[in-house]
């Protein structure tokens, strides 16, 4: 009788585990999927005509010394080599030529929480938070990881803000 009680038992305890095991792989996917991302993997899903731009500390590419950092410019096709040659990336601006509607696109894709408009003349500026993207800074008491502008031809998406001309 104590034979079979222990099958029983074992059967239900490895039922169970399995069980466990599935949900615990299942939160974790569920987690890695919605989890916010950095913004060098939405980086070259603009525009194929994009220039990226990359702001870092240390680089041993051809960059434009800010004073506190390099900002390391490249195409689209030649991001993720230049990414991967960049240390302590403080952020990155794509820039790409556009319309109202891109721009819009743009602000919808990342579900952007808009905190702050500005507009100067024809050039329109957003700043906000999406939850799509990791990281932020802090401006005038929110918290911000994109910057989104539209002169009128092109648009310029940096995070955590534009590090570059718009």
């Known amino acids: 009788k104590s034979v079979l009680w222990s099958k029983i038992l074992s059967k239900v305890d490895m039922k169970r585990t399995f069980y466990i095991l599935a949900l615990t ?3 974790l996917g569920a987690m890695l999927y919605f989890m ?3 913004f060098d993997k939405f980086a070259i899903h603009f525009s194929q005509d994009a220039k990226i731009t990359v702001y870092c500390t240390e680089t041993s590419l051809q960059a434009i010394n800010v004073g506190n950092g390099f900002l390391v410019e490249c195409e689209r096709e030649t991001f993720a080599e230049t990414f991967a040659k960049c240390d302590n990336v403080q952020g990155i601006s794509v820039k ?5 509607e891109d721009f819009w696109n743009v602000v919808r894709s990342l579900n952007l929480n808009i905190t702050s408009r500005q507009r100067f003349d024809n050039l329109v500026v957003l700043c906000g938070k999406s939850n799509k993207i990791a990281g932020g800074v802090w401006l005038d008491g929110n918290l911000v990881n994109v910057q989104i502008a539209f002169d009128g031809k092109n648009v310029t998406v940096g995070s955590p ?3 570059d001309s718009y």
């Open 96 to 100: 790409f030529a556009g319309n109202t």
């Open 36 to 38: 916010p991302k950095s």
């Open 25 to 27: 792989v299942a939160l």
């Open 161 to 163: 803000l534009i590090l």
